[in-house]
């Protein structure tokens, strides 16, 4: 009768520490990488956040023939945009923002309100927000929100004219 061998499965201690240490190798060169896609992802998120605020603004204004809906900074930030900012029609307040303190959003033309008319249109000065980082960051490109006399906002990237 033959003995039948039963080869044994697994790693050795060896290849275990071998593929540990290129797997430690390439997350510490992509962790840089990683740590700007994430800056630059917080930045979209909050111009993207004042955009929509901005559309839901204007969208309120068409809706509710005879009002002004106005997009305006939280009460208590002295009219800074560094908080939060909120909708309202004047009498009520329609929705509420928050900026997160890793970004900083700034008025180019030191509004303290945008005011959307009865048809959707802007009243008052053009605004230019500007969304950056609270910290300087290599890498890291600020977005420029503005808004045309029809009430449409626009968004680009980099900083604002």
């Avoid at 906002?153 to 980099?158: C, D, E, N, Q, V």
């Amino acid at each position: 009768m033959a003995m039948v061998r039963y080869r044994e499965c697994g790693f050795t201690l060896v290849e275990m520490l071998v593929t540990v240490s290129v797997i430690g190798v390439l997350l510490a060169i992509a962790a840089p990488g990683m740590r700007q896609l994430s800056l630059n992802q917080g930045v979209k998120t909050a111009a993207f956040d004042i955009f929509s605020a901005l559309i839901y603004a204007r969208s309120e204004a068409i809706k509710r023939p005879g009002e002004t809906v106005t997009l305006q900074p939280v009460s208590g930030s002295g009219g800074s945009w560094l908080t939060g900012f909120y909708v309202s029609d004047g009498a009520v307040t329609l929705r509420t923002w928050t900026v997160p303190s890793s970004v900083t959003l700034t008025d180019k033309n030191s509004l303290t309100s945008i005011s959307f008319g009865k048809d959707g249109h802007l009243t008052g000065t053009l605004p230019k927000l500007e969304v950056n980082l609270a910290s300087s960051v290599n890498g890291v490109s600020p977005r420029c929100i503005q808004v045309d006399l029809t009430g449409r906002p626009y968004s680009a990237l980099g900083a604002c004219p």
